[in-house]
T-cell receptor
């Protein structure tokens, strides 16, 4: 069975600081990887996704993530965070053949201080 | 295009009762998934429906059930409610229901069991 670990539960940063949120998954085969974001009072929405090809994927609002197969990792990064990035971030994995049985990490709450 | 709509937004029930939650997917989306979100466990997969068929089921007791109608709308039912069922229940739809189709989430139904 696939599983996802997010190491940081709560991160506090000042504006303009760089961000890296860790995500590790356990699954031996090919996977599809996602980061979702939930802004305060809003529904979960897709930030970025990786299916194949270039392991560095770019998403909305200046976010990017790097897939490192050897480390089973898919860390989320942003060079300079803004107050509006305050949200909860979820890493997720879906394996081929699993249809839409998506496994989510427990989430990381990011608080950006102006 | 309207997003995923979940009704009701809030529910308060007592132990032993049953409850039905409703989800209307984005028009044209044929896959509907349900998740339970709690502070400690994050998002836990309940089940997924595609064209009125349950394709995947998570590790929840049989008290949790669902169905999908021919118009892709879905309902989730929880019988014999327990205190531990208090959670935010999220519905998500996707266009093709394939592993690389992003999920589109609703705002959820907040269930409180007393």
């Amino acid at each position: 069975a696939q599983s996802v670990s997010q190491h940081n539960h709560h991160v506090i940063l000042s504006e303009a600081a760089s961000l890296e949120l860790g995500c590790n998954y356990s699954y031996g085969g090919t996977v599809n990887l996602f980061w979702y974001v939930q802004y305060p009072g809003q529904h979960l929405q897709l930030l970025l996704k990786y299916f194949s090809g270039d392991p560095l994927v770019k998403g909305i609002k200046g976010f990017e993530a790097e897939f490192i197969k050897s480390k089973f990792s898919f860390n989320l990064r942003k060079p300079s965070v803004q107050w509006s990035d305050t949200a909860e971030y979820f890493c997720a994995v879906n394996a081929p053949g699993g249809y839409q049985k998506v496994t989510f990490g427990t989430g990381t709450k990011l608080q950006v201080i102006p | 295009k309207a997003g995923v709509t979940q009704t009701p937004r809030y529910l308060i029930k007592t132990r032993g009762q049953q409850v039905t939650l409703s989800c209307s997917p984005i028009s044209g989306h044929r896959s509907v998934s349900w998740y339970q979100q709690t502070p400690g466990q994050g998002l836990q997969f309940l089940f997924e429906y595609f064209s009125e068929t349950q394709r995947n089921k998570g590790n929840f007791p049989g008290r949790f059930s669902g169905r999908q109608f021919s118009n892709s709308r879905s309902e989730m039912n929880v019988s014999t409610l327990e205190l531990g069922d208090s959670a935010l229940y999220l519905c998500a739809s996707s266009l093709a229901g394939e592993v690389n189709s992003p999920l589109h989430f609703g705002n959820g139904t907040r269930l409180t069991v007393t």
